[in-house]
C-alpha cells in the first residue's frame, strides 16, 4: 500500500463546477499536509497548506481528518484555469515528504 | 521565486556513465529533496537531507547516492546509469517541513539514459 494515496481521477468538469479530491495516508506520525498543483512539465508549486481546523483560500477549501487519516480539497466555481494535476503531500515529524500520485483536472468551457 | 536552480536542464547519457545532478539553492534553507517523476507516478522521493553532511534515503533510492557538503548545494549521483532511471528529476528545497513551511522546487532535469 502507498503511504499516500490519491483519487486516480482524472476528473472532467464544465466550468463554475464543484470538484471535490481526496487524499489518504498510512503513516499515522504525519505532521504536516499540503496541497500542491502541478502544471503540464511544469514544477509542483504550493497551493495550500492543511490545517486540522480547515481553511479556505478564496474557492479553495481544504480539509484535514487526523482520526480517519484523511485530506481533501473542494474547488468550487471551477475556472479554465484551474486545469492542473493536484498532488496531496504529507510530510512526518523527520522533514520526509511523501508525494501522492496526483489527480488531474480538466476544467472545460 | 525561490532561489533553487537545478543543473544541467538536459542531459542525454549512455547506460553505464555516471551522472551526477546539481541542486543549488539561495535561500539557505536546511532541508533538500530529490525526487523523481515518471509517467503514471507521481513524485516519488529518492533521498533527501537535513543538514549539511545529514542524509536519508527515501522510497526509490537504489542505484543513487547524494551529497551535502555545503548547505546550498545538495547532489544526485546516478553511479552507472540504467534506462530505468530515465526519468524527470526534481529537487526542493524547504526550511522546516514539519511547521508547515512550503517546500520549493526547482525547474526540473529532464535525464534520458540510452
Known amino acids: 500500500r502507498k503511504e499516500v494515496e490519491q483519487d486516480p481521477g482524472p476528473f472532467n468538469v464544465p466550468e463554475g463546477a464543484t470538484v471535490a479530491f481526496n487524499c489518504t495516508y498510512s503513516n499515522s506520525a504525519s505532521q504536516s499536509f499540503f496541497w500542491y498543483r502541478q502544471d503540464c512539465r511544469k514544477e509542483p508549486k504550493l497551493l495550500m497548506s492543511?490545517?486540522?481546523s480547515g481553511n479556505e483560500d478564496g474557492r479553495f477549501t481544504a480539509q484535514l481528518n487526523r482520526a480517519s487519516q484523511y485530506i481533501s480539497l473542494l474547488i468550487r466555481d471551477s475556472k479554465l484555469s484551474d486545469s492542473a494535476t493536484y498532488l496531496c503531500?504529507?510530510?512526518?515529524?523527520?522533514?520526509?515528504?511523501?508525494f501522492g500520485d496526483g489527480t488531474t483536472l480538466t476544467v472545460k468551457p | 521565486d525561490a532561489g533553487i536552480t537545478q543543473s544541467p536542464r538536459h542531459k542525454v547519457t549512455e547506460t553505464g556513465t555516471p551522472v551526477t545532478l546539481r541542486c543549488h539553492q539561495t535561500e539557505n534553507h536546511r532541508y533538500m529533496y530529490w525526487y523523481r517523476q515518471d509517467p503514471g507516478h507521481g513524485l516519488r522521493l529518492i533521498h533527501y537531507s537535513y543538514g549539511v553532511k545529514d542524509t536519508d534515503k527515501g522510497e526509490v533510492s537504489d542505484g543513487y547516492s547524494v551529497s551535502r557538503s555545503k548547505t546550498e548545494d545538495f547532489l544526485l549521483t546516478l553511479e552507472s546509469a540504467t534506462s530505468s532511471q530515465t526519468s524527470v528529476y526534481f529537487c526542493a528545497i524547504s526550511q522546516d517541513p514539519s511547521l508547515n513551511t512550503e517546500a520549493f522546487f526547482g525547474q526540473g532535469t529532464r535525464l534520458t539514459v540510452v
Open positions: 503531500v504529507v510530510t512526518d515529524n523527520a522533514g520526509k515528504s511523501t
Open positions: 492543511v490545517y486540522s
